[in-house]
């Protein structure tokens, strides 16, 4: 399984961006999908969370509003658009995949992850 993570970079505070992750060697439409992040000195949390099809989704309180989660199983491609980006979602985002779960919210459902990319806001 790997997974491939694109999209961060620089940008201000109250900017946005729009991170992407092809999936290979699963059945995308059958894996719980999520975003992370972790910042330096910090553990890695969970951002938000997608079901199979689409229609459920979750978010950590601190982005609810600010970011949205989606997918598209024919590219198998999951993306978060970010919002009103804030100098405390500075981090490196990783995306995971959790094969045969639903809606997986908790963190030890995800059994593959990705290389991550870097998100850097400036205040």
């Known amino acids: 399984v790997q997974l491939q993570a694109s999209g961060g970079g620089l940008v201000q505070a109250g900017g946005s961006l729009r991170l992407s992750c092809v999936a290979s060697?699963?059945?995308?439409?059958?894996?719980?999908m999520g975003w992370f992040r972790q910042a330096p000195g910090r553990e890695r949390d969970l951002v938000a969370a997608?079901?199979?099809?689409?229609?459920?989704?979750f978010y950590a309180v601190s982005v609810k509003g600010r970011f949205t989660i989606s997918r598209d199983n024919a590219k198998n491609t999951l993306y978060l658009q970010m919002n009103s980006l804030k100098p405390e979602d500075t981090a490196g985002y990783y995306c995971?995949?959790?094969?045969?779960?639903?809606?997986?919210?908790?963190?030890?459902?995800?059994?593959?992850w990705g290389q991550g990319t870097l998100v850097t806001v400036s205040s």
């Open positions: 995971a995949a959790a094969p045969g779960v639903f809606y997986p919210t908790d963190n030890e459902k995800y059994t593959y």
């Open positions: 060697g699963l059945t995308f439409s059958y894996a719980g």
């Open positions: 997608v079901s199979w099809g689409g229609t459920r989704t």
